[in-house]
């Protein structure tokens, strides 16, 4: 599965994350990015923040004033199947080796684009219709350097 990196993005702290011409990631996240939340946010589980482009489509289809970088999101996608991403997966984003953590489970932040958004992106169920609406947490296993129109693959599957 291979898509493109449609938008980098980093804040000092919330949402929305705001794009940059690239940014260099380490085991702790993109350089320049901060949490509001760091007990919550963040950590080198939690170090990158990865959400489809399509994704965010069909969220503003339901009515959501969404962007790239509403959702919080580092790095938004065109072309992954978020149907299809599990954790296990290693992922290719530019020259950066990341491995996906978990799907995120969205907070409170995100009340501000709607109370009942994070209640519809929310699940654990990978068969769910919504499975991936909001993103996926990953680690990262080589650091790199990630810019828009950067190629983005899942090079392993591993479970």
Known sequence: MQGTIVQVSISRGGVPKLPVAQAAISPFGLDGDSHARPQIHGGPRQAVLIVTLEGINELVERGYPLFPGALGENLTTRGLDRREIRAGHQIRAGSAMLEITKP????????????????????????????????????????????????????????
């Open 104 to 159: 995120r489970g969205p907070c409170a932040t995100l009340d501000v684009y709607g109370a009942e958004l994070k209640h519809e992106i929310r699940t654990k169920d990978p068969t769910s219709p919504v499975w991936g609406l909001g993103g996926f947490y990953a680690r990262v296993l080589s650091p790199g350097i990630v810019r828009p129109e950067d190629i983005i693959e899942v090079v392993a599957v591993l479970a």
